[in-house]
């Protein structure tokens, strides 16, 4: 049959359901009645659209909550660390809190090859520090990303952010209440040993509070009691004498003529002034508390420079210990330990100078002092732990250092005004034989050029007795006579004290001419050995890098594991004494003590304000006047 012809339907199976609705819809005709049909958007359906509504509704909101999530771990990270393995620290306890001010961690690459070449040991070999990394830290203060050292300090003694200048004091003027000050109120016995001066920032952070840290006349009397809380000091090692001393007297830096250690004196300190005195304190023992010893009028001297004149100067490590026993002693029969603060302060002055030699012996030094209280950790029977950072970085120090062709020289250079790079660039080289050959550092020869070609007879204040065997001036000498005399005692003086034998005419010309050089004599030696040793350095001042974080175990600071602001470290050190609500008790009278000015000047929100994140338009270096008042010849804020 023709597919025209065919029925619509023919060859269509019939169904069942066929059958059903046409019997339905006779029974209709006959009733006149139409069955009820099932709805097709009944209940069951509108349940399965609400179940995949919800379902879809809450999967949108998983994934805005994982998004929000992931935001506020990126852009603000909470801390990393763990808890205690058995709980937080209960009964008696010490806390020793140790600060390397201006070691960044290539502070240790530095030291350690260094270390390794001189002792020589295997390349594997590390410092004491090396196996005690268990953390880094976030340095930048209220005022700027780089830090300088009072806010740095007031991060780790308060446990707060502020300005750089500032001395436990917050950007609304307001004092803050410090570890230091809290442990004392709960009954611990307190200390700070520093190799700078016990007047400078950190060590001022935890005993002292000044709007700016210049004030180091008005940090020198509240550290020995004339403060709103009282004497909150048992023991100070240090340097600073001249900030003690009325300036009537000789070796006084300060301006009035306030005799501090007699106040100290009157406060119940016992005062020792020299290394007589010190060995008298018989590292501890029998040592009467409160204890002020002041051994030098300003900074402690590099280390590198200090060996030569052990008879003068204690070291950092051996006023640990003897700060460490004396502490000890005292508190053997009290229900508190004590809290102890130990800074290694002039790792920081050598990052200033750009002065690897000084750098490398000032690290190994701090890395004595933290083995020493490791060691006195062991065999002690109270518990105790040991936290120790940095403030920041000084020198953007660089263990490889960037070469340049000079066009018009035609050759390879260093000098700031090249303009390309040498065609051997990169070399991959630092040399630490370099600054092995080195016995002094630059500062204490640039203070032996300083007196040499001065008039005065009184050597500079760290100059050594007898430090280089030189020739001796001819005051009766011709001018030209003079000169040559002056360029062999220069050429005698680096060879001696850096160990260099190729000096250069310029080089020589320039140390004799220095007065006259837009860098200081120290500047012009540390960069003579730094260029030879392939050290490089970024900065005279301090870099925004992090910082390393160490402890006497993983299990004695795990909330500090990991990377974390500063901030958390002094958390932690409130923290582990048990001393919330002692600082909050602190801080209440600290804010409620109404002499006026006992903070000395007032700064405004100009100096305060957060002005380190964004440009200002002048990206050139501004002339400046070198003498800051932060320590040696050639002093830096640090």
Same mark, same amino acid.
């Given at each position: ?427 991959? $080289?630092?040399?630490? @034989? /370099?600054?092995? *050959?080195?016995?002094? #550092? =630059?500062?204490?020869? &640039?203070?032996? !050029? ?89 900065? $005279?001042?301090?870099? @925004? /890098?992090?910082? *390393?974080?160490?402890? #006497? =175990?993983?299990?004695? &600071?795990?909330? !500090? ?78």
């Amino acid at each position: 049959m023709p597919v025209s012809d065919e029925p619509l339907l023919h060859g269509r199976p019939s169904s069942e359901r066929s059958d059903e609705r046409g019997q339905e819809e006779e029974d209709a005709l006959i009733t006149g009645q139409h069955k009820q049909q099932p709805r097709r958007f009944g209940l069951p359906f509108w349940r399965e659209i609400g179940l995949f509504v919800w379902a879809l509704i809450a999967t949108a909101l998983v994934i805005v909550l994982a998004v929000l999530y992931q935001h506020k771990q990126t852009s603000h990270p909470q801390p990393t660390g763990g808890s205690w393995k058995h709980g937080k620290p209960t009964g008696k306890r010490n806390l020793i809190f140790m600060v390397s001010d201006g070691m960044g961690p290539t502070s240790l690459s530095l030291t350690r090859s260094f270390h390794q070449l001189e002792k020589g040991l295997l390349g594997d070999d590390i410092l004491v520090l090396d196996g005690h990394l268990i953390g880094s830290s976030r340095t930048k203060s209220t005022s700027s990303l780089i830090t300088d050292s009072a806010a740095g300090a007031t991060a780790f003694s308060c446990g707060k952010k502020s300005y750089n200048g500032a001395i436990s004091v917050l950007p609304n003027h307001e004092p803050c209440g410090t570890v230091l000050e809290a442990a004392k109120e709960a009954g611990y016995l307190t200390g700070l040993v520093v190799t700078t001066r016990i007047t400078d920032a950190t060590p001022a952070c935890f005993a002292a509070h000044v709007n700016k840290r210049e004030e180091e006349d008005k940090i020198a009397e509240q550290e020995v009691g004339e403060h709103p809380l009282g004497r909150v000091l048992d023991l100070m090692l240090g340097g600073g004498k001249c900030h003690f001393l009325p300036n009537t007297m000789d070796g006084s830096c300060r301006g009035d003529d306030r005799d501090i250690v007699a106040l100290a004196k009157n406060n119940g300190f016992s005062y020792v002034s020299d290394r007589k005195g010190f060995d008298g304190l018989n590292f501890g023992t029998g040592v009467k508390l409160p204890l002020l010893g002041l051994f030098a009028d300003t900074d402690i001297p590099y280390e590198v420079d200090r060996r030569q004149k052990n008879d003068v100067y204690p070291s950092l490590d051996e006023m640990a210990k003897t700060a460490l026993n004396a502490l000890q002693e005292a508190t053997l029969d009290r229900e508190k330990g004590f809290f102890l603060m130990i800074e290694g302060s002039r790792i920081d002055h050598a990052g200033h100078g750009n002065d690897p030699v000084a750098q490398v012996n000032e690290v190994l030094a701090y890395d004595k002092a933290f083995n020493s209280v490791l060691e006195f950790l062991d065999r002690d029977d109270v518990n105790g732990a040991l936290v120790a950072t940095s403030d920041h970085e000084t020198g953007g120090l660089a263990t490889a250092r960037r070469k340049f062709f000079d066009r018009n020289l035609g050759n390879q250079s260093e000098l700031t005004d090249a303009t390309e790079l040498h065609t051997t660039y990169p070399e991959y $080289h630092w040399f630490p @034989a /370099v600054l092995a *050959n080195a016995t002094h #550092s =630059s500062e204490d020869l &640039a203070y032996q !050029l300083h007196d040499r070609i001065s008039d005065s007879d009184t050597p500079s204040r760290h100059s050594n007795k007898n430090p280089i065997a030189l020739p001796p001036r001819d005051s009766t000498a011709s001018k030209d006579d003079e000169d040559d005399t002056l360029s062999t005692f220069v050429r005698s003086l680096v060879s001696s004290g850096l160990g260099i034998q190729d000096v250069t005419d310029d080089e020589i010309s320039r140390l004799i001419h220095s007065s006259s050089d837009p860098w200081p004599a120290s500047y012009i030696f540390a960069d003579m050995i730094s260029r030879r040793a392939q050290v490089g350095w970024t900065t $005279h001042g301090h870099s @925004a /890098v992090d910082v *390393n974080i160490y402890a #006497s =175990s993983s299990e004695d &600071a795990a909330p !500090l594991i990991g990377n974390h602001e500063n901030t958390d470290v002094g958390a932690f050190l409130v923290e582990y004494l048990g001393l919330d609500d002692h600082v909050k008790n602190v801080t209440r009278v600290l804010r409620e003590w109404k002499e006026e000015e006992w903070m000395g000047a007032a700064v405004n929100d100009e100096e305060t304000r957060n002005r380190g994140d964004h440009y200002e338009g002048d990206f050139r270096k501004r002339k400046r006047d070198w003498g800051c008042g932060c320590g040696g010849l050639e002093r830096h804020v640090h």
